[in-house]
C-alpha cells in the first residue's frame, strides 16, 4: 500500500479550478482525508475484514490482560499459541463481559474485550502449554498530518477517497468570494450535487469492489458477516 | 544601462519647458525621495502582479528546540514573501491565530519577525531558511547625491520621470492641472505597459487553479 496523503489531495484538487490550497489548506484537506478514510475503513472492513487486518501477538504467556492498538473491530477468535509450533492454535472465543464467569474454570478459554483490552476469563497460568496469544484486528486508521503520510486504505480506494474529499471540498469553497475578501466581486459556484453523487458512486463501486473479493473465497462456513 | 537620478530629472524637465526653472528641481534630497518612492510603488505593483523582480537569500533562525525566530529585515530587499523553505520542505505561512489552518512546518509573521509554530522547523539549533522574495529596488539615499542610480530597468524609468514631470507640474503653482494630470495619465499608461510585458514575458503559464494569487485581499 502506498497511497500516500499527497497523491490523494492532488488527485482532489483536479476535480475543480477552484480546489486551490488558499481556498482550502493542506491541513484542512487532511483532516477531511482523515474522516473519510475513517468512514471508508469502517464500510469496507465490513464487507471484507481479512483484506484490513493486521496481527497483534503477546510477548509471552500467561497473557491474562492484552492491550491492543487503537483499532476499528477485532477480530474474533483470539489464537492461542502452543510452546510446540507444530500445533495448530486454539481458539478462544471472544465472550461479553458479564459471562465470563462462565468461563472462569479456565476449561474453555475465551477472552473478554473492554475498551481496548482482552481479558483471559480465568487465569492463563492454568494452560501452561501455551505460549501466546495472537489477535486479529482491523486497525483504527490514525490522523492524517504529513503529506507523506500514507493511507491504511489501500491503492484501489484512491477514486472512493479523492471523490469524496472533492465533494467535500465543493461544500467548503461554494459560495466564497472569488477574491478571496468581497463577494460583491463573484462567489465560487461549483456542481456541489453532481461532485457528491460522483463520490457516492465511487465509494459504492470501491465497496462492491470488496464484497466480491469476500464472496469469491471458498468457504465451508457461512462466514456470518 | 545604469540611470541615474539625475537622468530622471533631466528627462523630466525635458517634458516641459516651464521646468526649466532651476529652483523647481534644485533640492536634490526632494529630488531624490520622490523618485525613490515612484520607484518603490513601481515595485510594489509589479509584485502584486507577477514574479518578475525575484531574489533569493537566507536567514538563520535563532536557537533552540522550539518557537524559534528569524529576523527578516536583514534582507532589504524584501517586499514580499514568496516561499520560504528549510530542508525539510517549504513552510507554511499561518496566522498566528489560526496556527492550525496548515500543516507542519509552519510560521507566522509579527512584524518583520518569522516565528516557528511550536517545533515545526525540526531539530534543536539553528535552522537556515531560505527565502525566496518578490524585491524592492534598493534604498535611496536622500542626502546621497543625485548620481545614485535606481534599480529599474531603463525601459521602465519613463514611469519615474513621467510621475515626477506631473509632481513638477503640481510644484510649480498656476499651471493647468491638466498638464499634470496629461503627466499622470503617461505614467499610468507606461505602467500598465510594463505590467504586461512582465506578464508576456514567461509566456503561458499552465495553472490548474483559478486562485486569488498572487496576491489575496485578506490574507496578511
Known amino acids: ?225 | 544601462m545604469s540611470v541615474t537620478i539625475n537622468d530622471i530629472i533631466q528627462r523630466a524637465i525635458g517634458m516641459s519647458v516651464q521646468n526649466n526653472a532651476a529652483t523647481l528641481t534644485s533640492n536634490a534630497p526632494e529630488m531624490i525621495t520622490q523618485i525613490g518612492q515612484y520607484e518603490s510603488d513601481v515595485y510594489i505593483a509589479a509584485a502584486k502582479a507577477n514574479r518578475f523582480f525575484t531574489d533569493s537569500d537566507t536567514v538563520t533562525s535563532t536557537s533552540g528546540s522550539s518557537a524559534r525566530t528569524a529576523d527578516l529585515s536583514t534582507l532589504t530587499t524584501l517586499e514580499r514573501i514568496i516561499r520560504a523553505s528549510i530542508t525539510a520542505g517549504s513552510l507554511n505561512r499561518v496566522d498566528v491565530e489560526d496556527p492550525d489552518a496548515e500543516l507542519s512546518p509552519r510560521y507566522y509573521l509579527l512584524g518583520q519577525t518569522m516565528y516557528e509554530v511550536e517545533d515545526d522547523w525540526g531539530a534543536t539549533g539553528t535552522v537556515t531558511i531560505t527565502v525566496d522574495f518578490a524585491t524592492r529596488p534598493a534604498a535611496l539615499s536622500p542626502t546621497g547625491g543625485l548620481s545614485q542610480t535606481v534599480t529599474l530597468p531603463d525601459r521602465w524609468c519613463p514611469i519615474l520621470s513621467k510621475r515626477l514631470a506631473a509632481y513638477l507640474s503640481r510644484k510649480d503653482v498656476g499651471r493647468a492641472p491638466e498638464e499634470a494630470q496629461g503627466f499622470d495619465d503617461a505614467a499610468a499608461l507606461e505602467m500598465a505597459a510594463m505590467l504586461a510585458s512582465m506578464e508576456l514575458f514567461g509566456g503561458m503559464t499552465h495553472r490548474r487553479f483559478i486562485s486569488p494569487e498572487p496576491f489575496t485581499p485578506g490574507s496578511g
Open chain 1, 1 to 225: 500500500m502506498s497511497l500516500t496523503l499527497s497523491a490523494v489531495l492532488n488527485a482532489a484538487r483536479d476535480w475543480s479550478p477552484w480546489f486551490d490550497r488558499s481556498r482550502i489548506p493542506d491541513a484542512v484537506a487532511a483532516r477531511m482525508a482523515s474522516d473519510v478514510q475513517r468512514d471508508l475503513l469502517a464500510k469496507g472492513a465490513t464487507r471484507n475484514p481479512d483484506r484490513f487486518t493486521a496481527t497483534f501477538t503477546s510477548a509471552s504467556w500467561p497473557a491474562d490482560t492484552i492491550t491492543l492498538p487503537a483499532f476499528e473491530r477485532v477480530l474474533p477468535p483470539i489464537l492461542l499459541n502452543f510452546s510446540d509450533s507444530t500445533l495448530a492454535p486454539d481458539e478462544a472465543p471472544l465472550i461479553n463481559a458479564d459471562e465470563a464467569d462462565d468461563y472462569e474454570d479456565g476449561q474453555i478459554p475465551a477472552y473478554t474485550l473492554v475498551g481496548t483490552t482482552l481479558t483471559f476469563a480465568g487465569q492463563g497460568s492454568d494452560h501452561p502449554d501455551y505460549a501466546s496469544a495472537t489477535v486479529n484486528y482491523v486497525a483504527a486508521s490514525a490522523d492524517l498530518t504529513a503529506l507523506t503520510d500514507t493511507l491504511v486504505l489501500p491503492d484501489d480506494a484512491k477514486l472512493a477517497v479523492s471523490s469524496a474529499l472533492a465533494a467535500l471540498f465543493a461544500l467548503r469553497v461554494n459560495g466564497m468570494p472569488i477574491d478571496g475578501h468581497d463577494p460583491k466581486n463573484g462567489t465560487v459556484s461549483v456542481d456541489v450535487n453532481g461532485l457528491g453523487a460522483r463520490a457516492a458512486a465511487a465509494e459504492v463501486q470501491w465497496l462492491r469492489q470488496q464484497s466480491q473479493q469476500q464472496m469469491r473465497r471458498h468457504v465451508t462456513l457461512e462466514a456470518g458477516l
